[in-house]
């Protein structure tokens, strides 16, 4: 079964603290998304990667950064938490872009304090 | 104005109900559309692609009116099962990239 695996399901962090969510897929996808989901707003794009030591910004980047060293692993980094940055983050990845066939995973819950 | 707007609902209908969502999209130039499905407290799962031509799978039809710029899904026969949010999923061509936009979603409530 394929899967995404996010590395926490649920993380509570003190403001100002630097944050790593990590994201592996196996499927052998190019293209790998982070997304934040809070009520009344729906999923709002963080950052995307087409490919290895690709990253390009999505609709809200500001205070955060990513990094994919290898092709199943996407790392969100949140440079300094704030406690608007509580939400919940979902990674995704895909066999192509446009919006078709996103595999996501579970999500982490992250609460900053 | 949102690229994609949805009515998050709740809707409440009874089980054997036939319910349907609309998905109304601002930009013209949107190329493709999906209907994804989202359990409490669970990720987003691809339900079904959208055609021009209209796509049914099961008790689920989801269609695409460009002309007034809308998708819809209907489910017939409704299950408890079937309780969940509907995300309508828009994309289109942006600098090079496929811009993706996900609606808030449409909460289904199927009740006994």
């Known amino acids: 079964d394929v899967k995404v695996t996010q590395s926490s399901r649920y993380l509570v962090k003190r403001t100002g603290e630097k944050v790593f969510l990590e994201c592996v897929q196996d499927m052998d996808h190019e293209n790998m998304f982070w997304y934040r989901q809070d009520p009344g707003l729906g999923l709002r794009l963080i950052y995307f990667?087409?490919?290895?030591?690709?990253?390009e910004k999505g609709d809200i980047p500001e205070g955060y950064s990513v990094s994919r060293e290898k092709k199943e692993r996407f790392s969100l980094i949140l440079e300094s938490a704030s406690t608007n940055q509580t939400s919940m983050y979902l990674c995704?990845?895909?066999?192509?872009?446009?919006?078709?066939?996103?595999?996501f995973g579970s999500g982490t819950r992250l609460t900053v304090v | 104005r949102k690229e994609v707007e949805q009515d998050p609902g709740p809707f409440n209908v009874p089980e054997g109900a036939t319910v349907a969502f609309n998905c109304t999209y601002s930009n013209s130039a949107s190329q493709s559309f999906f209907w994804y499905r989202q359990d409490c407290r669970k990720e987003p799962k691809l339900l079904m692609s959208v055609y021009s031509s209209g796509n049914e799978d099961g008790r689920f039809t989801a269609q695409l009116n460009r002309a007034s710029q809308y998708i819809s899904l209907l489910i017939r026969d409704s299950k408890l099962s079937d309780s969940a949010t509907y995300l309508c999923?828009?994309?289109?061509?942006?600098?090079?990239?496929?811009?993706?936009?996900f609606g808030i979603g449409t909460k289904l409530q199927v009740i006994p």
């Open positions: 995704a990845s895909s066999p192509g872009t446009g919006g078709y066939g996103y595999t």
């Open positions: 990667s087409y490919d290895v030591k690709m990253k």
């Open positions: 999923v828009v994309s289109r061509s942006s600098g090079g990239y496929q811009k993706v936009t």
